[in-house]
């Protein structure tokens, strides 16, 4: 039988993942994680064998949240399952250590596929994701300017674009203001942006905000 934790924000998302998982033989939803500490709180106190675990939580980005259980569960296989698109977040995701990225307009086959080939000690690539991959691998003379960021600064510059105050970023990401203020200007400076509004209105032509 295989243990899963789910780790999303949406009430919605995880009654729908409990429900659809149930169905199939030999798979089992052993716990359940609201935001990025209760997912950490949950694999102190339990045992999994594959966690489900969104990018988005309501605490602290799953980027961050996987790199850390990289780091106490270095074993334990993460697949992230997100409504971000492949390729804007998967290649950051495999970076830090996921096992395999799935959006969550996947079908319930491919879910189901993904979670036992990583419950295995596989790695998952959807035929799309292997078109992404194919391409990060071919030599460019010039990317897109918000791939040089890194992945803290990538997540300070969703929240900017998102609207987010730098004060609330800062206590969001547990940070000073300070620190924030500083990506900030570094995000400026690798995108060669000078305000705010233009890294927003790149996001929007690059699709990079819901």
Request: net charge positive; aromatic share 4%; charged share 25%.
């Amino acid at each position: 039988m295989i243990r899963i934790l789910i780790g999303d924000d949406h009430t919605i998302v995880r009654e729908g993942l409990k429900q659809m998982l149930a169905e199939t033989p030999n798979l089992v939803v052993a716990g359940e994680a609201g935001s990025g500490d209760e997912v950490l709180r949950r694999l102190r106190e339990g045992q999994y064998d594959v966690v489900l675990l969104d990018i988005s939580l309501e605490d602290r980005s799953g980027i961050d949240v996987l790199k850390q259980i990289r780091s106490e569960w270095p074993a334990l296989p993460v697949l992230m399952l997100t409504m971000h698109p492949e390729e804007e977040y998967a290649l950051r995701a495999l970076r830090a250590g996921a096992a395999g990225y799935l959006t969550k307009k996947s079908a319930l086959t491919e879910l189901v596929a993904a979670i036992h080939k990583v419950a295995r000690g596989g790695r998952y690539v959807s035929a799309s994701l292997g078109e992404v991959l194919a391409q990060a691998l071919e030599p460019r003379v010039h990317g897109r300017p918000h791939e040089g960021l890194s992945d803290r600064e990538f997540q300070v510059f969703e929240l900017l674009v998102a609207g987010r105050r730098l004060g609330e970023i800062a206590k969001h990401l547990g940070v000073s203001v300070k620190t924030i203020s500083t990506h900030r200007a570094r995000i400026l400076a690798k995108m060669r942006m000078h305000t705010i509004a233009a890294l927003i209105r790149y996001a929007v032509e690059n699709r990079l905000v819901r």
